[in-house]
C-alpha cells in the first residue's frame, strides 16, 4: 500500500446534515414539496450533483428539464454556502496526521466541486493532498470507478496500490471496481448491510490499524 484516497463527505467531514437541507430548501423555492433524508442522500453520496438532483426528482416522479434541475442545484449550493457549519472529524484528521507521519500519500476523490470543499475546509487543508479529484475531473463519477483510477493514475501507482476510506455505497462500489481495499467508516450510515462490500467496516477513522493497512498487497 502506497497512498489512501479519501472521500469528504462523511469521511472527511460531517457536512451530510448540510446538504440535506440544501436539497430540501432548494425544491421547496421552487415550489415541489420535498422532503429527503440523510439515509436518502448518504445512499447517493459520491455522485455529482446533477446525478443527485435527479434521482430526488425521481424519488417523487416530478418530470424536470435539464434547465429546472440546474436552477434547483445552483439553489441547493447557495443554500449550503449559507448554512453549512461543517466541519473535520477529529477521528479523521487524527488518522491524516498518522499518515504524515508515516510518508504515505494522500488523495481526495469526491463528488463534489471544490467551491463546495472551501465552505466547510481552507486550501491550506486542501494542499496537503498530493491529488484532488472531484466532479469535474472525471466522465464518470460514482459508483463508476473512473475517479478512483483516475488519481491512481495522477499518483502513478497501480490500484492494488491504494487504500479507498469511504463511508457510502456507491464510494464502496467504485473502490471495489477500480480494484483497490476499501475500508467503510459507519459515520453517515449505521446498518452494515449498506457497506457490506467494503474490505473492513470500522466506526471512524481513528479505528483504522494503518500498521495492518500497511502490509495490504505484500
Known amino acids: 500500500m502506497k497512498a489512501v484516497l479519501f472521500d469528504f463527505d462523511g469521511v472527511i467531514a460531517n457536512t451530510l446534515q448540510y446538504h440535506v437541507e440544501g436539497w430540501n430548501r432548494a425544491y421547496r423555492k421552487f415550489g415541489y414539496d420535498v422532503t429527503v433524508n440523510e ?7 459520491g455522485k455529482g450533483a446533477d446525478q443527485i ?3 430526488i426528482a425521481a424519488m417523487y416522479e416530478l418530470k424536470l428539464t435539464k434547465s429546472q434541475l440546474e436552477e434547483i442545484t445552483a439553489e441547493k449550493r447557495n443554500v449550503y454556502k449559507q448554512i453549512t457549519h461543517a466541519s473535520v472529524y477529529p477521528e479523521t484528521q487524527a488518522f ?3 499518515l504524515k507521519q508515516r510518508s504515505v500519500r494522500i488523495a481526495l476523490v469526491t463528488g463534489s466541486v471544490i467551491p463546495s470543499l472551501l465552505q466547510v ?3 491550506e487543508f486542501l494542499d496537503q ?5 472531484t466532479q469535474y475531473d472525471v466522465v464518470n463519477t460514482k459508483p463508476d470507478p473512473e475517479p478512483f483510477l483516475k488519481a491512481a493514475e495522477r499518483l502513478k501507482l497501480q490500484p492494488e496500490q491504494c487504500v479507498v476510506i469511504e463511508n457510502a455505497p456507491m464510494g464502496i462500489k467504485a473502490a471495489k471496481a477500480a480494484g ?3 475500508v467503510a ?3 453517515t450510515i449505521h446498518d452494515d448491510t449498506w457497506l457490506m462490500e467494503a474490505d473492513l467496516i470500522v466506526d471512524h477513522a481513528d479505528k483504522i490499524d494503518l500498521d495492518l493497512l500497511l502490509t495490504i498487497g505484500n
Open 39 to 45: 439515509e436518502d442522500i448518504s445512499r447517493q453520496e
Open 53 to 55: 438532483v435527479a434521482g
Open 96 to 98: 491524516l496526521n498518522e
Open 121 to 123: 475546509v481552507d486550501q
Open 129 to 133: 493532498f498530493e491529488v484532488i479529484i
Open 180 to 182: 483497490m481495499y476499501c
Open 185 to 187: 467508516l459507519r459515520t
